[in-house]
């Protein structure tokens, strides 16, 4: 089965901030890759799918990137609203390995 | 607008079983995959378990196949999760989510539910 690993586990950082995450996979997944948005409470979102096409009504702030085995998550100005848990998945086999996830938390 | 309900959840002994249901409205269910993940408390994301569109595919992770059966009817647009010989390690939130395409591969989740709480314990 594919590995989905994200770095940082937890990531500090103030409003206004550049933050970015990566994510590796165990294999080759083509860019066969979503991010998500966890929030407590909430249901999840949907960001950004085949890598880096930014999902319908997501800021233009959010964007992703990669191919292959290495991919990268960027919020260009980090806002109150994007405190919160990010994850990556991939989607190319029928197993579809979340990352561990990163928290983004306020400084 | 889309929207995917879960219900069923609730404390359950070890050993014993749970079903789950997920109320889908807004979309055409009967054209789309569905998937089970669930979320222990103070971990990540597990993807639990996918069926095709017209029920004729199913896909589960390991540490859950020979123990739950996902199932749909069209007819109702509802999605299920039949749980048995639950395990404490099956405790968490289990969200309901769509698929963006009729199969599994090459299609990612495009829409969640908010998750209905499992407990397993004695």
């Known amino acids: 089965d594919i590995q989905m690993t994200q770095s940082p586990s937890t990531l500090s950082a103030s409003v206004g901030d550049r933050v970015t995450i990566t994510c590796r996979a165990s294999q080759h997944v083509s860019n066969w890759l979503a991010w998500y948005q966890l929030k407590p409470g909430k249901a999840p979102k949907l960001l950004i799918y085949k890598a880096s096409t930014l999902q319908r009504g997501v800021p233009s702030r959010f964007s992703g990137s990669g191919f292959g085995t290495e991919f990268t998550l960027t919020i260009s100005s980090l806002q109150p609203d994007d405190f919160a848990t990010y994850y990556c998945q991939q989607y190319d086999t029928y197993s579809k390995a979340f990352g561990q996830g990163t928290k983004v938390e306020i400084k | 607008q889309t929207q995917l309900v879960e219900s069923g959840g609730g404390v359950v002994q070890p050993g014993r079983s749970l079903s789950l249901s997920c109320a889908a409205s807004?979309?055409?269910?009967?054209?789309?995959?569905m998937h089970w993940v669930r979320q222990a408390p103070g971990k990540g994301l597990e993807w639990v378990a996918f069926?095709?569109?017209?029920?004729?595919?199913?896909y589960y992770a390991e540490s859950v196949k020979g123990r739950f059966t996902i199932s749909r009817d069209n007819s109702k647009n509802t999605l299920y999760l039949q749980m048995n010989r639950l395990r404490s390690e099956d405790t968490g939130l289990y969200y309901c989510?769509?698929?963006?395409?009729?199969?599994?591969?090459?299609?990612?989740?495009?829409?969640w539910g908010q998750g209905t709480l499992v407990t397993v314990s004695s």
């Open positions: 069926i095709s569109y017209d029920g004729g595919k199913e």
């Open positions: 807004g979309f055409t269910f009967l054209s789309y995959g």
């Open positions: 989510a769509k698929s963006s395409g009729f199969d599994s591969s090459a299609y990612y989740i495009d829409f």
